[in-house]
């Protein structure tokens, strides 16, 4: 059956699931972790250049193992790249800055576009990428690196250096706050384009057409179509914020506000992304497993963290790793809805339902091993990447199934 849900259409695909459960699709769901709706961005305003060193010392930089171009990485070439980073001496006090993405942000954990792989064979999936901001979203500058090409910025999802050119600086924290302090927003809940006016295009200014699903956008009316026209965020020649640009984005690609947190809903945002290529830590705008669930529920205002084992560290989270064997573990997770999240310990996806006798999930997904396969599972993965539909009878690399892999599970 896996080979004919992924060959359906986006419109038929949800339609079946739809159809498939009965349960209360349109019920507004219960989230107990009232954290997930705070979204506001804050940092230590007492920030030394020690302090910056050990918070990057997180990562873990000096403990992992690169390749570059095919060669590995000496400890002498990790230090060159790590003096570009234009660290201040210890005592040294930083003094924020503050701005906003005006492009989808890659952050990374060094200022460079060169590739850090984890194999000599490997010369795509990039170590440094961490995470992909959307447009509009507040930041905290911290540093600026000696190129003077990237700064060194916090925001709700990561700390990380991006290109300036994704920046726009907003001159002061009061007018920082103030702009983010707005309750008229359009909601972009499927990637697209924002179309902009000939008469309003500027060339003097730098912005993006581009947005994505979770992006949330300053409301400026609506057109005789019904479209809803939105501020484009603008970096002018200065560095500086501009708000002189408006777009329309399309109604079917977006809301007034939030959408209501449902089962229906859930489903519906899952199924916006159908077929799409998977991207680790957001390479190119794509979508790893993780930021695929924070888009889907950021469009109903929650913001779960970024990462797949910090996102089931949240109070609505239930762990059953302490239960073992496929028939156990398939009891445990009997209470599952359509909507409600899966863990197999550093991949989260969205349930489904059941079928025929099987649970099924949807998520960006990487690799895995079919169902069919019984022997040699680690000769046998498949490369999927990219958003997909299987059941939890597939296996990982060690041979279990995805169902006795489960660690944990969000029940709405």
Known sequence: MEATFNNMSHTDALEFWLNNSKCDWDRTLTVKD?????????IDEKITGKWLRKWMALIGLDTREFYLNGKKVSPELLEEYKRN??????????TPRYGITIKGAEFKDLPTEDIFTNSE?????????????????????????????????????????????NIAVIEDRQKWDNYFNNDSFVMVTSDCDIDINSAEANSKLSYSVKTYMGTKLHFQGIDEEGNYKVYVPARNEEGFL??????????????????PASRKNILTLAFHVWGDEYGWGGRDGLRDCSSYIRDI?????????????FQMRIE??????????????????SILQPGDILD????????????????????????YVPEDVTCDFDKNVVKMARNHINSLDVHRRNG?????????????
Not at 34 to 42: D, F, G, P, R
Not at 244 to 257: E, M, Q
Not at 316 to 333: L, P, R, V
């Open 242 to 259: 501009s708000s002189d640009i408006v777009g329309t984005i399309d109604k079917s690609n977006a809301s007034i506000g939030y959408l």
């Open 34 to 42: 009232k954290e997930l709706t705070n979204s506001v961005l804050t």
């Open 316 to 333: 609505d989270a239930s762990n059953i790793e302490h239960i073992h064997g496929y028939d156990n573990k398939n009891e445990a997770i």
């Open 121 to 165: 064979l490997d010369v795509r999936y990039n170590e440094l990428q961490e995470t992909f901001v959307k447009v509009n979203s507040p930041v905290i500058i911290l540093l600026e690196d000696v190129t003077h090409k990237y700064y060194y910025v916090r925001s709700i999802e990561f700390t990380g250096w991006t290109k300036q050119d």
């Open 85 to 94: 980073r234009n660290l201040p001496p210890d005592d040294e006090k930083v």
């Open 344 to 367: 197999i310990g550093g991949h989260v996806m969205i349930y489904l339902g059941k079928y025929e006798g099987k649970h099924y999930i949807i998520s960006m997904l990487s690799t």
């Open 400 to 412: 279990n199934t995805w169902m006795e892999e489960i660690k944990s599970y969000i029940h709405w």
């Open 297 to 309: 529920f950021l469009c109903m205002g929650y913001t779960l963290p970024r990462n797949s084992n």
